[in-house]
């Protein structure tokens, strides 16, 4: 604790180290084009969502109120929501509530940042500690209403456009320039920057400049009591009305070539070219809706799957709550998670929460979320072949999904929320007083 008073030339240590090392008491966190309050799984709604709740909630029980300020997407929504004691969603009037997609979104900074303050400018100044944001729109705000109330800004990408376009999927539109600048400049304008990966945390500092000292890496969470092994694979696929003896190859997430939903399918086929004899017990879910890119075509991995001639084993479900959504992950053999690029990939952490291996890409935050050869496989590029080979491995031995599954719910283990939000609010402190030196260096 010393070092950082003597880094700071501070005469009387008690008082000051006191105040140095206080945790904010109230954060506003910024999250422009995803609400709380949506499913993920539909429209921009995914990981990002449940982050935020989840990280919120977990801060409200170690003392730090969290407000949310979100666009308001229906005039039914009231002002002001209470999501849990010490949790508030704000909603804040910011372009029309209905069809207006991501990309349109920066058009209305303007009017989001004007609700934000007006929000602000009917509580005492000093009312919030910090500003928590969200990618790189809310970050944008972040920046202006860190400015306007002297608070340190704390900021999340979660995803990165110079990261996306690197390895952008075949038909994928690639990250306009407009944000790529406006990443660069919350990257130069936060006092913490918070990565979800230690490779996240070296393309920030490689893509965007970031100086390193502001990076801190924190895990995301996945919540352990929801996500559990529960009572088995046999009585969730009970439940959910499938055949108990069946390969059960897993897709859940919002459908977009980012996701690369086409490479499963495309590795069934070449697995049932292979062993014909397996069509009878072979079953694949796709849990999900389309979502950007995506978008244009919702239709298009139903038609993929007919040109494959494997129309007759893929279930296409719509997105599901997270009550049924861990249901779907117990019921699986094996997650599939071809994805091109994944800041983190928190549905790898749930699914093994739930006791299912994964197979996935080995890209972004997946590298950490999957053990290699003992909670699941990871498969160099996008090669259907090489998804197809791991498929039959599953196939050919029962037993090895039984035996990555319960490695993989004890690896989740160490990816508590609790964990997450403790180290969060450490963030926070180096934050602030990340911040306190910037001000009295300015006006020293």
Request: proline share 7%.
């Amino acid at each position: 604790m010393s070092h950082y008073v003597s880094r700071l030339g501070l005469r009387s240590a008690a008082p000051s180290r006191l105040r140095l090392h206080r945790r904010p008491r109230r954060v506003a966190m910024l999250s422009v084009h995803t609400s709380p309050l949506h499913q993920p799984g539909t429209g921009d709604a995914g990981g990002m969502n449940v982050y935020i709740v989840e990280l919120a909630q977990r801060l409200a029980a170690i003392n730090i109120e969290v407000e949310i300020f979100t666009r308001a997407t229906t005039a039914a929504l009231p002002p002001t929501v209470e999501m849990a004691p010490g949790v508030t969603v704000r909603h804040v009037d910011a372009g029309p509530y209905e069809g207006l997609a991501k990309e349109e979104l920066p058009a209305q900074l303007c009017a989001f940042t004007h609700g934000v303050m007006q929000a602000w400018a009917g509580n005492r100044p000093g009312h919030y500690d910090l500003v928590h944001s969200h990618y790189w729109l809310s970050g944008h705000v972040g920046w202006l209403a860190a400015q306007r109330w002297g608070a340190p800004l704390v900021h999340a990408m979660h995803t990165m456009a110079k990261v996306k376009n690197a390895n952008l999927a075949a038909g994928d539109t690639p990250e306009p320039a407009a944000r790529v600048i406006g990443e660069t400049q919350i990257v130069a304008a936060a006092d913490r920057l918070i990565a979800n990966t230690a490779e996240e945390s070296e393309e920030l500092v490689r893509h965007y400049h970031a100086d390193p000292e502001k990076v801190a890496v924190v895990h995301p969470g996945v919540n352990l009591d929801r996500f559990s092994p529960g009572d088995g694979r046999a009585a969730a696929r009970a439940r959910l009305g499938l055949p108990q003896d069946a390969l059960i190859p897993l897709f859940a997430g919002r459908i977009q070539p980012l996701k690369a939903p086409d490479i499963l399918l495309r590795a069934v086929a070449v697995l049932l070219d292979e062993r014909p004899e397996l069509r009878s017990r072979l079953l694949v879910p796709v849990v999900g809706g389309p979502s950007g890119s995506g978008l244009a075509k919702p239709e298009g991995l139903q038609k993929l799957a007919a040109r494959l001639g494997i129309a007759d084993v893929v279930r296409f479900r719509p997105p599901v709550g997270q009550e049924q959504l861990a249901d779907w992950f117990r019921a699986a053999s094996v997650l599939v998670m071809p994805s091109y690029s994944e800041s983190f990939g928190l549905v790898a952490i749930e699914a093994q929460a739930a006791g299912t291996p994964v197979l996935a890409a080995a890209v972004g935050g997946l590298p950490v979320a999957v053990r290699d050869g003992w909670t699941g496989f990871l498969v160099q590029g996008h090669q259907p072949a090489a998804y197809a080979r791991v498929l039959r491995d599953f196939a050919d031995n029962p037993e090895l999904s039984a035996r990555m599954g319960a490695a993989a719910a004890r690896h989740a283990q160490s990816f508590g929320w609790d964990t997450a939000a403790a180290a969060t609010a450490d963030v926070y402190m180096a934050a602030a007083q990340a911040h306190r030196r910037r001000v009295r260096s300015h006006h020293g």
